[in-house]
């Protein structure tokens, strides 16, 4: 590619051409080289907009945190007839795929940058926090609704059901396995079955 020649969204183009990369040859395969050559640029492209390669992992890991606490961030509800392991599955199934694996990967592997993305977005925002809360908030309305246990913590419910997908997306297993894994730590925390 010519030098000088303006590339529109290049930043987004770096950024997916990582995914592409870890779910191809892993994050031990993420590398600068590696990235531009995905999305077919000239190497100081990357340079360019983020300075080296650490400011360009750090960037990502800001916009993709942001980006996936966005997508469950307008509490949506699901179905009312869907039972709450399947409200649960259906929000994390709303996350972008191959985004939210690529990403899950890399942080189990570089855990120090939802610490560079929490500089900017604030603990509460950085990796799958926000994820994490816009699942509590949901898990927050069951039990107000009595589908879940008096007493129950809808943060750490959260917690585990967006673990067991990270966990899953992390090791390759099918969907099943992590679906499975909520329907099991909801039930855990069902509360009495009100009368239709």
């Not at 950085?126 to 879940?148: I, N, P, S, W, Y």
């Not at 809808?154 to 966990?167: E, F, H, I, Q």
Request: net charge negative.
């Amino acid at each position: 590619m010519p030098r000088g020649v303006a590339i529109d969204g290049a930043r987004q183009r770096l950024f997916s051409a990582a995914e592409a990369v870890i779910l191809r040859d892993g994050v031990v395969g993420l590398k600068g080289r590696a990235v531009t050559a995905q999305a077919g640029v000239a190497t100081g492209l990357l340079h360019a907009h983020f300075g080296d390669f650490e400011g360009f992992l750090a960037a990502y890991a800001v916009d993709r945190s942001f980006l996936l606490a966005a997508e469950l961030g307008d509490g949506t509800r699901s179905e009312p007839e869907a039972t709450v392991a399947e409200s649960i599955c259906a929000q994390v199934d709303a996350l972008p795929q191959p985004t939210a694996t690529a990403f899950a990967r890399l942080l189990a592997a570089r855990p120090d940058l939802r610490e560079r993305a929490a500089e900017v977005l604030g603990a509460e925002a950085a990796g799958f926090e926000g994820v994490t809360a816009a699942v509590a908030d949901e898990l927050a309305a069951e039990v107000r609704g009595g589908r879940l246990r008096a007493g129950t913590h809808a943060g750490d419910l959260a917690y585990a059901a967006v673990g067991a997908a990270l966990r899953a997306w992390c090791a390759g297993d099918p969907d099943e396995r992590w679906r499975s894994a909520v329907a099991a730590i909801v039930a855990a925390s069902a509360g009495p079955v009100r009368p239709g």
